[in-house]
C-alpha cells in the first residue's frame, strides 16, 4: 500500500470542486498539516503566512488570471507532486 499525498485533498465526496484553488473555501477538512499525533507545530505559523501573503498578493493583484500556457508540473518522488510553474497574467485596471 502507498499513501499518495499528491492526491489528498481531492476527494470529490468532500470537496465540491477538488482541483479549483478556493481560498475562500468554508468546510476545509484538509490533510496537508497532518492530524491527531502527526499535526504539525509549525501549522498555525504557516496558515497565518500563507494568509497574508495571498491577501496581499489579491489585494495588489486583481487582474490576475492564469496565462494560457500550462502549468508545468514536478514529481519529487512517486508519492509527492508540485508544482514547478504558474503563469499568471496582470493586465491594466
Avoid at 23 to 31: F, K
Avoid at 48 to 69: D, V, Y
Avoid at 77 to 89: E, H, Q, Y
Wanted: charged share 20%; aromatic share 2%.
Amino acid at each position: 500500500m502507498v499513501l499518495l499525498i499528491g492526491s489528498a485533498n481531492h476527494e470529490r465526496r468532500v470537496f465540491a470542486r477538488p482541483d479549483r484553488l478556493d481560498v475562500e473555501r468554508a468546510h476545509d477538512p484538509h490533510l496537508s498539516l497532518g492530524a491527531g499525533v502527526h499535526y504539525c507545530l509549525g501549522a498555525p505559523l504557516a496558515r497565518l503566512e500563507s494568509s497574508l501573503a495571498l491577501g496581499r498578493l489579491l489585494t495588489r493583484a486583481r487582474n490576475m488570471e492564469p496565462a494560457p500556457s500550462a502549468v508545468g508540473h514536478k514529481d519529487i518522488t512517486a508519492t509527492i507532486r508540485g508544482v514547478k510553474a504558474l503563469p499568471v497574467t496582470l493586465t491594466a485596471a
